[in-house]
């Protein structure tokens, strides 16, 4: 697919040099969701942990999930000799991973907090 590379670069230029925050995540949101086979995208891949780092450090919450549902995706469907590499040569992507995670943990564990004080 000779355009995907054209399109992901521009896309990816455009959201980090965007101004308004509301087109940062469009355009974040538009790599993620390119509509392209995985087989495709496996040579960029490097190239999309960028929007998916950046998805996951939003304030956004749609947009966080969208990073985590990206790389559940990818970790469902790429061997773990492959994807592991991509991910360790990425320290903040895992940090950033870690920090989402533990914000949906947090959200969902908070009722149950909220319950246990009331008796």
């Known amino acids: 697919m ?4 054209a399109l992901l670069g521009s896309m990816l230029r455009l959201a980090e040099t965007a101004d308004d925050a509301t087109m940062r995540s469009l ?13 495709s995208l496996l040579p960029f ?5 960028r929007p998916v780092l950046a998805a996951l ?7 966080t ?3 985590l549902r990206t790389l559940e995706f990818w970790a469902d469907n790429l061997a773990p000799s492959f994807l592991y590499p ?6 903040a ?3 950033a991973l870690m920090a989402a995670v533990t914000v949906r943990v947090n959200a969902q564990l908070a009722p149950l907090s909220r319950r246990s004080s009331t008796y």
Do not use: D, F, I, K
């Not at 790599?31 to 086979?37: E, Q, S």
């Not at 450090?57 to 947009?63: D, I, Q, V």
């Not at 991509?86 to 320290?91: F, I, K, M, T, Y």
């Open 2 to 5: 000779p355009l995907l590379p």
């Open 27 to 39: 355009l974040l949101e538009l790599c993620l969701t390119v509509p392209a086979r995985l087989s």
């Open 45 to 49: 891949l490097p190239l999309l942990l």
């Open 57 to 63: 450090r939003s304030p956004s919450h749609e947009l």
């Open 65 to 67: 999930n969208l990073g």
């Open 86 to 91: 991509l991910l360790a040569q990425r320290p």
């Open 93 to 95: 992507l895992l940090s």
